[in-house]
């Protein structure tokens, strides 16, 4: 499935939103959401590109089905470049790896866990988790920090969220509406050997790129 070839500059929808202060406690300080960080026909594509990619069989008993993609092109990341541009966050750059999650049934949930910190064949570790939501639910459909669920994200159109992660790693998410809560997500580069705090999710998702030259 082609991609869009990404515009040279973001959206100019685009918002940014510091979801938990820097000066918290909490592990996730730092964390942030993007509004409006894709055009609806980039998020139409990836989502079909979702539909065309084969199942993996699952190694052990999940609750959502996972394909994984190469972008070996750079047309995802290079629309998510643009977007952290448009936020200050230009000179970071998105590994290639991408896997995408989706939840089949009302309920599903991906446990609390932490996310590993991936390297690339040139050492470059990654810092950052970025997720894009293609699609939410009318119940659930957010990520929760714990132990702090006050602080949690709703799935809704062309968002995305960053997390800090307790040694300096951040989870960005990216959001975008419909029943299923279609999620994709990928980690950026950077250094950061740490892992991230527990986070469970409550959608239907795809979940997308982990790493920062090389992801999950």
Known sequence: IPLPSPSPSPPSSLSFHLLIPNDSTHPGAGSFYIDGGFDEVFLDKVLSLHDHLPICEPEKPSCSARRYFFDGEGLVRGAIKRALGGCGWANH????????????????????????????????????????????????????????????????????????????????????????????????????????????????????IEGGKEGK
């Not at 459909?141 to 709703?154: D, L, Q, R, S, W």
């Not at 975008?176 to 740490?194: C, M, N, P, V």
Request: proline share 5%; glycine share 12%.
């Open 93 to 208: 750059t998105a590994f290639p790896y991408m896997r995408f999650l989706h939840y089949g049934y009302p309920g599903g949930t991906l446990a609390p866990h932490v996310d590993l910190s991936r390297s690339d064949l040139q050492g470059v570790r990654s810092k950052y988790t970025f997720i894009l939501y293609l699609m939410d639910c009318e119940e659930g459909g957010e990520t929760a920090f714990v132990p702090c669920i006050n602080y949690k994200t709703i799935n809704q159109n062309g968002g995305n969220l960053k997390k800090k992660n307790k040694n300096g790693s951040r989870k960005r998410r990216g959001r975008r509406g419909k029943e299923t809560g279609e999620k994709s997500e990928e980690r950026e580069d950077k250094e950061g050997q740490d892992k991230e705090q527990p986070q469970p999710k409550q959608e239907k998702g795809i979940e997308g």
